[in-house]
């Protein structure tokens, strides 16, 4: 363990009380928490009275044999300060001490901060430069034996009676000392940050903003900003590591591999619609419309198309293997709907949504071919609009583009993950704002 060292103005009831008979606030952090070295701040006030009666060296020194150790005590002087009512001078001041103690300091090192001795603005200037997060240390505050204000009296005191009969000298005193918890104002404001990031939905910067804060101020919820970094970013693997799968269960509203992935690609369309991030919105639409006409498929079949195709090899994506559909009764009746459905015939290419619509058309309900052909509709005029112009995409733009609105476009891509069974109940759709919650939970809390 490392050293213990306390910084602590002198006050009116130091060290020992003229009023109550009990340790000042000073000698009683000494009592409770033992220190290796003690600064003592100093006023002329102080001064002038450790000059006549040696009255802080002398408790010290007198505590150091009751206890057994060594208080190594040095005094900060300040012989021609009088006016000790000024806060700006001991913000100032203090801090400037303070930091030459902490470079001092080796890891493990504690500095203790006595918040409960001296004038008002020198309790304040301590509470404060910890607050903003310009000194880091301790706060202690000492309460008095009675848990009333301390009443001054300096007359007629002599230190030596008052220390003989000190009830605090007994191995039975009552500890008075306690830690403030009073979070930074730098820690709030980036607690604060980080809210208006998640609700924002840019998980990047929230993120960034709680790894430049201290780590044992984030350590209760940083690896769930990572994971919704990761998650936002559609890393899988990444994500899957930071986060315990109790939490994941809580998070995603999908967890089987096999939908996972598409259920999230959707919600982060979803949330670039939600960041007015149109143009991105319409942009992915192309690979989700085409996966969910394969699983309203799925659904009205029991196999998946791609099972019907092979891979290319050089672009990665899936081509019609003509062998594999004409050796399947269903999949050969697809392959005769094409044929009516184009001039010239089906030719074997690259699986696209265009022609899984034809089969939706004739072997799909009504609501799901509704929900399909307004998918297609969308994404065929977007693409040909999207080619033609050149600018700022809005709400409006999308209507104009696609004749339907964002939340209509977003509600016929809910309707198909339910008609497939993967995304049946409603509120799983509000699983990245559950997410958001129960990180904000985690916020300001150390446990």
Known sequence: ???????SPVGGTDPVSNSNGHDGALIHCCRVYKPDEVYMYMSK????????????????????ELIGKPLNYKMIERPDLVE????????????AEIQK??????????????????????????????????IDGR?????????????????????????????????EFVNRCKDISCPSIVRLKNEELIRQFLDSYDYSAALNAAQNMNSEDTKNYIHLLEFANYRSQLDYTSMSKVVEMSEVKAML???????????????????????????????????LILELFILALEKQYGFNARDY?????????????????KSNTQTSEWVDIWNNEFPNGFRE????????????????????????ELLREVEENARNSAAHEIGMVTADTIRKMTGHSYSEIIGAIKSMFKFADVVADESKWDSYEHMNEAIIQKIGSLS
Not at 115 to 125: I, N, V
């Open 45 to 64: 006030y102080a001064l002038d009275m450790e000059s006549e009666d040696n009255r802080y060296t002398y408790c010290l020194t007198k505590l150091n």
């Open 349 to 372: 290419g690259f699986i696209v949504s265009r022609d899984l619509l034809f089969i939706i058309r004739k072997k799909c309900n009504s609501l799901i071919v509704e929900k399909s």
């Open 1 to 7: 363990m490392g050293r213990i060292i306390l910084f």
């Open 253 to 287: 509203p999908v967890l089987t591999s096999k939908y996972r992935n598409t259920v999230e690609y959707a919600l982060s369309l979803f949330i670039k619609a939600k960041q007015g991030n149109y143009a991105d919105f319409l942009r992915g639409l192309t690979p």
């Open 139 to 171: 706060l202690i505050q000492v309460t008095t034996p009675d848990r009333a204000i301390n009443k001054h009296d300096h007359d007629n005191y002599d230190v030596q009676f008052l220390w003989e009969y000190n009830p605090d000298n007994s191995d």
């Open 309 to 325: 195709c092979f891979k290319d090899k050089y672009s990665g994506g899936y081509r019609w293997d003509m062998k594999k559909l």
């Open 84 to 95: 000790v009512q000024e806060f700006d001078f001991f913000y100032d001041d203090f801090k």
């Open 101 to 134: 103690i902490l470079r001092t300091m080796s890891e493990g090192d504690i500095l203790l901060l006595n918040t409960s001795s001296g004038t008002p603005a020198m309790k304040s200037a301590l509470v404060v430069l910890a607050t903003l997060g310009d």
